[in-house]
């Protein structure tokens, strides 16, 4: 399967910047889309942004403006440039990838990386 490995989480105080990184491993033909979710103790897991192998780029919206992801194909590699964060930001962010293998497209999560964000 798809191996994704999440770096680059820690501790930032209000208003600071974070990159987290993600490099996906394994035998696949290709990745489409890739992400980030994040998930708050006691919430949901959400939807911070998405971009697929073509570029397009999708944004929650309590992030738009403040983050900012790209790839890069070559490396499978996802990153999210997180500026002026806030409190609100504190969850444990999880890297995501859409994979072809065998002709089939399947879904993969890092473990996350830890981001915490003290009010």
Known sequence: QVQLVESGGGLVQPGGSLRLSCAASGAFFSINAMGWYRQAPGKQRELVATITSGGSTNYADSVKGRFTISRDNAKNAVYLQMNDLKPED??????????????????????????????
Do not use: D, E, H, K
């Open 90 to 119: 504190t969850a444990v962010y999880y890297c995501n990838a859409a994979a072809l293998r065998f002709g089939r497209s399947n879904n993969y999560w890092g473990q996350g990386t830890q981001v915490t964000v003290p009010s």
